[in-house]
């Protein structure tokens, strides 16, 4: 039986991801990632040239995937309940990264290029947060104040992020705040 198209690839993504975390990069061969994924060795070689390659690939094809689900494409009439949704949005999204925050900050020390790809992750958040925030306040575009509201919604739910049993009140507290600032 013929394995799905790119089912191959996605099971290295995967083993990689699971073991970069738990291992790290340098204690995780291309042997034991080639095992974990149930392929040949040749093949993570063959879909990203290097254990390098592979790395780099999980860190933006991880953070592509999820970006686009974390902003909301249209907003719902309620200002406060659409900020306090975003809020939650992040914060689970960011819980669910775990692994992938400890791959980044693990490596990012031997790995520089990962230190560019966290800060431009972290930048395109703040900014579809941002373009977010414009609509809900109904401003044709972000302003300053947006940006620095999306920044502080960002690190609150970072934060919350980490923080096991976060107050069911949270997310309503940061939009009220968030909304009457930008108001």
Do not use: C
């Amino acid at each position: 039986m013929d394995e799905p198209a790119g089912s191959g690839r996605d099971r290295i993504l995967a083993a990689a991801e699971e073991l970069f975390a738990e291992r790290g990069y340098a204690r995780t061969s291309t042997a034991r990632l080639a095992t974990a994924a149930g392929v040949p060795q040749g093949l993570i070689f063959y879909h990203f040239g290097t254990k390098e390659g592979l790395l780099l690939a999980l860190i933006r094809e991880r953070s592509t995937r999820t970006l686009a689900d974390l902003v909301p494409a249209t907003v719902p009439p309620d200002a406060h309940a659409a900020v306090a949704e975003l809020w939650r949005r992040l914060a689970r999204h960011l819980g669910e990264q775990t692994p992938m925050h400890r791959i980044v900050f693990r490596e990012s020390e031997h790995h520089p290029e990962l230190q560019d790809r966290a800060r431009e992750i972290h930048d395109s958040i703040v900014t579809a947060v941002s373009a977010y925030l414009a609509r809900v306040t109904g401003d044709a575009r972000p302003a300053p104040r947006h940006q620095a509201a999306a920044r502080m919604l960002v690190a609150t739910s970072s934060a919350a992020s980490v923080t096991p049993g976060a107050p069911p009140l949270a997310a309503k507290v940061v939009a009220d705040l968030l909304l009457n600032g930008l108001g």
